[in-house]
């Protein structure tokens, strides 16, 4: 393994080289579970996925943590477009509403009647 | 001479200390209910093996021995019920908790003399809380966790939690045995539609944020997708903000950039941040229609 690569050779001020972003986005992104998948903590040991720590992967990388972190933070804000953040307004304007009229069978309503009908 | 055997003496000593540890714990709950709380639970410090390195309870206060964590200040029925989003979003914080822990550390101090800290409700630069209080609610017997995230109390359902980390010993509470969730009627939904009410509306395979199989009546495969639960979450906050900024900088059109800047989404997001200066829940539509609270919310 090879040293680790500093803040200072990542020419990392209070922001990351964007060459150094690039490089190692996609693969801290996946090592960090940033979608998650049995991650929570009440899951037992044996069959939780908890990611790895800014440290662990740094350690694999070849990167300090600090880096590892800076490049998650970063990463983690790009993930979805500012598209994504107009479309949740429609998201809980229409699930509200739905709610508001229909309480929890604005979401159950299709099963509630599936078994109705088999009882 | 002594009436008392020397492992008498020890034994009553014993005794004398456990019967001052309830009597303090009875006096930090009765404060925590005169003053709202709707849950109260003691979480053993050192139980917390599953937090990542730097996260436990002794990472914030050295000699730390219990984790104490309040929850309440649950949205009103009314709130629920209410037909806009965006009310949730004023009415609904976790800054009620947070001071009721900080009243709380305050007597442990000053009464009792023991260290204490109220966990922080923000993160930390990596983004990570001080400490998992889910994971404290947990160990403390506070209610069991959600597949959508938020623990579930049996009896309140959602609420807003705060912990609180001390170098005073109290009797603890256990987790409790029996999840909240999946509730009964999701079992029955899912069994039948391979959907619950929480992964209905918010279906990571549909746009949204969650997912998850039940067997023998417990997730398993949990996935949760937390940048576009953020985008929901933080919808009018400090990630829009950053996004919006970075979008303008970059737009040469001036024309354009006066759109953006004088946007609806922009603009909000301004309100947003300076209606307060804590951390504001943005969407609810998971356990909006959540089984679990929904009973806890029924009025005429």
């Known amino acids: 393994m090879r040293e680790p690569e500093s803040c200072d050779e990542a020419n990392m001020n209070y922001y990351i080289d964007p060459e150094v972003y690039k490089k190692y986005k996609e693969q801290i992104l996946e090592m960090s579970q940033s979608v998650q998948i049995n991650y929570a903590e009440n899951i037992p040991p044996e069959k939780r996925k908890p990611g790895f720590s800014d440290q662990q992967i740094g350690e694999k990388l070849g990167l300090d943590p600090s880096v590892v972190r800076e490049i998650r933070c970063v990463a983690e804000r790009d993930y979805y477009t500012l598209d994504e953040w107009q479309k949740a307004i429609e998201f809980k304007d229409q699930a509200c509403r739905e709610y508001a009229v229909k309480g929890v069978s604005s979401v159950t309503k299709k099963y509630l009647l599936k078994r109705k009908a088999k009882d | ?300």
């Open chain 2, 1 to 300: 001479m002594s009436r008392w055997k020397t492992g008498e003496k020890t034994e009553m000593k014993d005794i004398r200390e456990k019967s001052d540890k309830v009597k303090i714990r009875l006096t930090l709950e009765e404060l925590a209910f005169n003053s709202g709380a709707l849950v109260f639970g003691v979480a053993d410090a050192l139980k917390f093996k599953a937090a990542p390195d730097g996260y436990r309870p002794s990472d914030l206060l050295p000699g730390a021995k219990s984790v104490i964590v309040l929850g309440g200040a649950k949205p009103k029925s009314g709130d629920w019920a209410a037909t806009d989003f965006r009310h949730m979003e004023l009415s609904s914080t976790n800054d009620r908790i947070t001071g009721l822990c900080m009243r709380l550390s305050n007597l442990i101090e000053r009464k009792f003399g023991y260290y204490a800290v109220t966990v922080p409700p923000g993160v930390d630069e990596g983004q990570k809380p001080f400490l998992n209080i889910s994971l404290a609610a947990e160990l403390a017997g506070c209610g069991t966790s959600s597949l959508a995230g938020p623990i579930l109390s049996p009896k309140h359902g959602f609420v807003y939690l705060g912990a609180l980390i001390t170098t005073l010993e109290l009797p603890f509470d256990q987790p409790l045995n029996e999840p909240s969730c999946p509730a009964p009627e999701c079992i029955d939904m899912y069994n039948s539609n391979k959907v619950t009410p929480c992964t209905k509306v918010c279906n990571i395979e549909d746009g949204g944020c969650l997912g998850g199989k039940i067997k023998n009546g417990q997730w398993e495969d949990r996935v949760y997708d937390v940048a576009k639960c953020t985008s929901r979450v933080y919808n009018h906050w400090i990630p829009t903000f950053q996004k919006v900024l970075e979008d303008t900088l970059e737009e040469d059109d001036l024309e354009l950039r006066r759109m953006k800047i004088n946007s609806s989404l922009f603009t909000r997001t301004l309100w947003s941040m300076t209606y307060s200066n804590i951390s504001q829940g943005q969407c609810f539509e998971c356990i909006r229609v959540c089984p679990v609270d929904e009973r806890t919310r029924k009025l005429r």
